[in-house]
């Protein structure tokens, strides 16, 4: 296989797929290598893709015949949950089902294959069952290829696009990116869970082909910082739970039995009852924010998406920043290339444009959230425990007064909380979002 | 309450004869029994660590690939590789 590319794209997910799109089309000559059996096979995500993101590669992509699309989202919540119940806030619109649709739910399997299908058309090379295992070097030590598991598989190119996800123990060995941190990173789990078309629709309140995004936190993970998901597909539901890693190793918790747990919880089970399990699957969700985020470039590479720890934890939004500077690496390539100057240099001006797109804005944002969530335990022990209180007390008619129920609820705050404490995680907290 | 035998089943794998994780050096496991309580045994989602009286049994067929040990193992005691192209879990929906 000892042959040379333009451009050699690590990954067949969002990033690598949405490079190799733009590469192609502007008609580099591009191989993408991938280690699954098919672009998808070895991916996993809560569940949503961005329609504004993918429409750039492939205009109106939405009236396709057979498109993997399980749900348009036009439901989404957030949720606070204790060990009892929920309190939700959310807003639903079906100006979200209509064209141009916004957030959509698929399943990366039959997606990322889809998305694949694309590059191919325009005449990317997709390469799997192929494991990269080794980055080539010249003697000046700029990266000049890739070599792969296959006997004679070394791949040689004008430069290389890593978009091997989160992991990625290539970038690792090769000292491109540093080892991922355990604190840096949410370990997940995820169930899909069959519960039929007509029920998603009825228990979810949607009309076909709608759909609702939960995103859910709380005190469903013991001490940990959890973090859950709830989204419908077409007659499935995506069901996950994470905390960061480092909370894991010491909370001496199991995923799946906090899984287990959460399936009983009285706000999810009725949503998840009397289903059959299609799929359990586990994946890190890169939780560090702005500090990081690897350098982006050098000589003859660039770095995409999860490889990147590009990741936005407040909003939940992954695979747009994955697909957004998977695009610009891909523009970045036509030029660089076009030019015949690949060095670090030149490649600098990838990092440039990734920072002053929203991808590098809302990352430096939110610099700090995922450290906020998880250096403040209060947010997911006694915090929501006393929100649940309140509101049982409010909402509880027992006799006793608007103003007694008030005064009970000020001293269990004084008691559970206090003010301080409040402002102080409040102040924290508004600090990084605002 | 399912088993995680019962989830893996759901899950799809096409398992290679060469394990894609090591311990390298079962000592060290003995050692984080006593001080760290094996913390791979209680957080691998895919329960691939198994402690058996003096060593721990590592069933690989059923990774979930997340990298968790890799990084989590106090003694940083994994050697930890993807399995070969083609091979490990192979996701349906994902």
Redesign the interface.
Known sequence: MEEKFDLIIVGAGPAGISSAIVAAMGGLKVIVIERGEFPGSKSVFGGVVYASEIAKLVPEFWNEKRIPIERRITDSRLVYMNDNGALQVGYKTGKFAEDPPNVLSVHRAKFDRWFAKKAQEAGALIICNTCVEEVLRDNTGRVTGVRTGRPDGDVFGKMVIFADGIQSPLTVRAGIRPEVKPENVALSVKENIQIGEEEVNKRFSVKPGEGVTFEMLGSMADDMDGVAIMYTNKDTVSLGVGANLKQWMVNKNTPYELMDRLKEHPFVKPFVEGGTLKEYTAHWLPEGGWDTIPKLYGDGYLLTGDTAMLFNTLHREGTNLAQATGRMAGEMALEAIGKGDTSEKALKAYNTRVMKSFVGKDMKKYKGFGHFLFKNKDLFSILPEFVGETCEEMLRVDGASKREKQARIKKNFGRKIGLMKLLKIGWKGWRIVR | ??K?E???Y??RF?VDETPHLKIADQSNCLKCLKEH?Q?CT??C???VYIWEEDHINVVYEGC?????C???C?YTNIT???????F???????
């Open positions: 309450m399912s995680i019962d989830k893996l759901t899950t096409k309580g913390p209680i957080f989602p895919a329960k979930l690939e997340c990298g968790s890799r990084i989590g106090p930890w590789n993807f399995p070969r192209g083609g490990g879990v192979m996701f349906k929906l994902g």
